[in-house]
């Protein structure tokens, strides 16, 4: 609820701090005194345009500080806080700031922190809900009609907007396969084709790598296979050079025996024609292993260019043509088995669509009952408030079936006539200022306060009534006020007497300097207000004695 309002520099008030509590507040004071200064303020933190003509004369800026306490912060306000990054403890009161400049320029905070006159707006109506002369939000706008019904009823909107969100997701998913199967249909030649390309060539995994390694080995054989066919006759026949020291060992071996120094030369000799043997061995094995098939090289090479081509046909890497040989296959597959899943997938969007229209259905029904039963409600509140000759009625249409929604099948929207045979209208179209007003109390009132703003403010509801009716209304403001927050700016003492705080708006001039002040009253000065009130510019000791008899009376 709104707990603290500070003004500064705001048209004809210079400075002003004015705190609120629970309960019925009321403001009063002479035509003129600066009311709507108060609610233009107030405007202002709530996100209205900035005017520079709302700058006091003389002055470079204005300021408006509202300060606002919660038990728990309301949901779509904490949405747009966290959505903005701005953190608030629980506990901590919420305190909007908007500065105006008189140049044009405008400034707008949250506990502090800079935000958007759009974030300001965005919470409003969960902050401040206000009815004047010219109300075009709140209960007026169709917009809310609906969940001021819902609630009423007590209906169970979260299910039914699950329901709708399973059917949407089971429509989706079926049309998905849909769209899928058609274009697979569609292109069953091409991935036909793809298929067979690809069975012929039957690419396997690893392949390109080993098929370059082969066909690096072949070309290096045939560049090394003249030096290979040199050194082969080097060590083939009787007088190579392996067959010579072979002899030679034999030879050694005889006469070894006669000195030491020969048995270390046959040793040495030894090492040497096993060193050959093996140098031998290496090159025949060496040979063998670059042989070169000219045909099998020529197949290599062919294949692995078959390869490359088909991948970069399909965009891939060679790897992963045999990952794109089963997608097709799988795709094929699809097609023949895609009648089947289609089946399955419609029967899901029909299961799903009965579920949300049976829940939506039992909707329309607790809406039609809860509909006449708030008809009943509204009519009982209109002939105290002076409306007797009009008729309210809850408008619940079934929409088109492109129209449904989460919430359902159904409009919702209050109308009114207020006079005899009249045909029943919006009810911004057909009342006037004053029965506007009235209407939306007798609403609130039957509607026992479905989900409103922390705090309400009737602008001049009283206008143009007085005595039984009056007092009506101060009644059920006093009523509607209870564990909550309500404010009331009246010309009306029998509204005023409800008040649990009285807020006198006065305005003074010294000079050319004209101001306005708001003085919260204590119990003697809320008898000599509403005595004025009564009575005129003089007050009387009978209008005294009447007020005594207001106050006394609530």
């Known amino acids: 609820m709104l707990t603290r309002l500070s003004i500064r520099n705001v048209v004809l008030i210079e400075a ?30 709530l996100g209205n345009r900035a005017e520079t003509m709302l700058v006091r004369a003389g002055e470079d800026r204005a300021s408006v500080t509202a300060s606002f306490e919660f038990a728990r912060l309301p949901d779509a306000i904490a949405e747009a806080l966290d959505d903005a990054e701005i953190a608030i403890e629980p506990g901590e009161p919420l305190i909007i700031r908007r500065q105006v400049r008189a140049d044009g320029g405008s400034k707008a905070f949250v506990n502090d922190q800079p935000v958007s ?10 902050l401040v809900e206000l009815h004047g002369q010219h109300d075009d939000r709140g209960l ?13 009823a007590g209906a169970d909107t979260a299910g039914l907007a699950a329901a709708w969100d399973a059917w949407r997701a089971a429509d989706e998913r079926l049309e998905s396969a849909r769209a899928a199967i058609e274009q697979a249909k569609a292109d069953q030649d091409l991935l036909l084709a793809h298929l067979a390309e690809l069975t012929a060539l039957e690419p396997q995994a690893g392949e390109e790598a080993r098929l370059a390694e082969t066909r690096a080995a072949m070309q290096k054989g045939e560049r090394l296979s003249g030096d290979l066919e040199e050194l082969r006759h080097v060590w083939d026949g009787s007088d190579s050079p392996l067959a010579s020291l072979r002899v030679a060992a034999r030879r050694l071996d005889r006469i070894a025996p006669e000195h030491p120094l020969l048995t270390e030369a ?4 030894d090492r040497a024609v096993i060193e050959a043997s093996e140098a031998e061995e290496k090159l025949e094995a060496a040979a063998e292993a670059l042989v070169h098939d000219p045909a099998a090289l020529e197949a290599a090479e062919t294949r692995l260019f078959d390869l ?30 895609g009648e089947a899943e289609l089946d399955a997938l419609e029967a899901a969007a029909r299961e799903a669509g009965e579920r949300y229209r049976e829940r939506a259905g039992a909707l329309h029904t607790a809406r039609a009952a809860a509909a006449a039963k708030l008809d009943e409600a509204v009519a009982a509140e209109l002939a105290p408030l002076r409306l007797d000759a009009a008729r309210f009625r809850t408008a619940v249409a079934r929409l088109p079936e492109e129209r449904w929604g989460p919430y359902g099948l159904d409009s919702v929207e209050f109308l009114i006539a207020t006079n005899p045979g009249a045909d029943f209208a919006p009810l911004a179209k ?57 404010l009331a700016v009246t010309h009306s003492p029998q509204v005023a007497a409800r008040g649990g705080t009285h807020y006198l708006i006065a305005k003074s001039s010294e000079g050319t300097v004209t101001k306005t002040s708001v003085l919260l009253l204590d119990e003697g000065g809320r008898q000599e207000e509403i005595a004025r009130m009564l009575s005129g510019a003089e007050v009387t000791p009978e209008a005294r004695a009447q007020a005594d008899r207001l106050l006394e009376g609530v």
């Open 430 to 486: 057909i009342a006037s200022g004053g029965e506007l007003s009235r209407f939306i109390l007798a609403l609130k009132v039957a509607l026992a306060e479905q989900g409103g703003a922390a705090t309400v403010i009737f602008d001049e509801i009283d206008r143009g009534v007085g005595g039984a009716v009056a007092s009506a209304i101060g009644e059920r403001l006093a009523r509607l006020a209870e564990g909550g927050q309500l």
């Open 117 to 126: 006159v759009a974030l300001l707006r965005q919470i409003a109506p969960a």
């Open 16 to 45: 002003l701090d004015l705190d609120f509590g629970r309960g019925l507040g009321v403001l009063t004071g002479e035509t003129g005194a600066g009311k709507s200064i108060l609610l233009d303020a107030l405007g202002l933190v």
């Open 266 to 269: 046959l040793a040495a000799l």
């Open 308 to 337: 490359r081509a088909l991948a970069r046909k399909h965009r891939c890497e060679v790897d992963e043509l045999p990952e794109k040989m089963r997608a097709f296959r799988a795709a094929l597959d699809a097609i023949e088995g």
């Open 140 to 152: 007026v706008n169709p917009r809310g009609h609906r969940a001021l019904l819902d609630r009423y």
